[in-house]
């Protein structure tokens, strides 16, 4: 069992994606990874193989703007929650999903949460980590900074940036071999830094949240949330107090886990979320 690396046109964009499909399969819905701001796939690596240790296909893309996926200027990608929800639909269709349990994280996983509450027919579950869901969630000062013009375009051009905000937003030291792989994109190409700044810039995050959290309350379909509830930049407990409302939503929490959780505490998640998932 490999992880699998590939490449896929969708919306005349090339994305990277990684994949493991387990030696014994199971019949269940495949399930998809999708991470947030500053991360890319490599993020999942470990929560992948525990699920396809389990019997489950596992898909992790790398957002556009992100990782090894194209970096479109703005003039051909306009970096909106609403183009990224567009462009998550055409990936999904040109990998062939018609049913699957969507994981999500960080700033741009309430993206793909918004395309769950767009397209219920095609979630059999939906497992949230740390992600902006209500409109009580803000961007931090940290990402708000990468905006700013001129300081934004050269902090979003250092490298290191990728280093302060992930052990930042994490609370531990990340290896610096896991750490290499977060600054390729940094090191190859200024593009990354553009992309990363045009995506804080227009992140919208009061209108896409008043619309996700109304959405979120009609909400259907199994829902697991497992919350860092360190989290320097979104608040747990007025997350939960919003969400609980949703009898379909299961609450969990790591005590001492922060805003990237899958860094340092993927075994403590899948004790909790692989019962859900087989469920």
Known sequence: ??????????????????????DAPKDVPPILFIHGI????????????????????????????????????TREFKY?????????????????????TLVAQGYLGSVAVQYA????????RLLILNTPLTPAATVPWVMQQWSI??????????????DRTLEGGAGFVIAEEDLSFY???????????????????????????????SDLAQWRKPTQ?????????????ITRRELQK??????????EAKHYPQEHWSAEIMTMALPFLQR
């Open 149 to 162: 013009p001129f300081m934004g375009d050269m902090m979003t051009q250092d490298p290191l940036l990728v």
């Open 183 to 213: 600054r390729q994109p940094f090191l190859k190409s200024s593009q990354a830094g553009r992309s990363l700044m045009a995506t804080v810039k227009n992140l919208q995050l009061r209108e896409a949240m008043a619309q996700l959290s």
């Open 1 to 22: 069992m490999e992880v699998q690396e590939q490449t896929i046109n969708a919306g005349g964009h090339d994305w990277f994606y990684r994949e493991i499909v387990p």
């Open 246 to 255: 949703n009898p379909v939503i299961d609450w969990s929490r790591l005590p």
């Open 38 to 73: 500053l991360c890319h796939s490599y993020g999942w690596r470990i929560m992948m193989e525990t699920v396809a240790t389990a019997g489950f296909r596992a898909i992790a893309p790398d957002w556009l703007g992100y990782g090894r996926s194209a970096k479109p200027q």
């Open 117 to 124: 509450c767009h397209h219920p027919e095609q979630i059999n």
């Open 80 to 100: 909106t929650p609403a183009a990224y929800e567009t462009a998550l639909g055409e990936l999904i269709t040109a990998l062939d999903l018609t049913e699957f």
């Open 225 to 237: 949330i497992i919350w860092g509830m360190a989290d320097p930049w979104l608040d747990g407990e």
